[in-house]
């Protein structure tokens, strides 16, 4: 009976610990997904900072020069070059609209 007994202990033992090692492990492969989900979303935020980052400094870069400069002065500042004559059209629109001709507007 003392042999049933130790036999009967092992097994619920072995049982336990089969049943922990089971939940344990799917624990650990949900965190594991997790994690994985998060590393991902966070290697593409980085790759699109990157990219941002990559654009900002050729726009920084583009700044140093001349003619980026002048640029900025004539969009952003309206300023001219000596001898530039400025021409301001106030009514855009009438450049591209067209004029239907009727019948009644003939001679």
């Known amino acids: 009976m003392k ?3 130790r036999l009967f202990d092992l097994s619920v033992a072995v ?5 922990i090692t089971l939940v344990l492990n799917n624990h650990f492969n ?3 997904a997790a994690l994985e989900a ?5 290697r593409m ?7 941002v980052k990559s ?3 050729g726009e920084l870069n583009r700044s140093e020069t001349d003619a ?3 640029q900025v002065a004539r969009e952003d500042y309206g300023y001219l070059m000596p001898g530039e004559i400025l021409f301001r059209v106030s009514n855009i629109d009438s450049l591209y609209a067209t004029h239907e001709v009727t019948l009644e507007e003939t001679p």
């Open 38 to 42: 998060e590393h991902k979303a966070l």
């Open 15 to 19: 049982a336990a610990i089969v049943a």
């Open 55 to 57: 654009s900002l400094q």
């Open 68 to 70: 980026y400069i002048m």
């Open 30 to 32: 949900a965190r594991l």
């Open 3 to 5: 042999k049933r007994f």
């Open 45 to 51: 935020e980085q790759i699109q900072l990157e990219s």
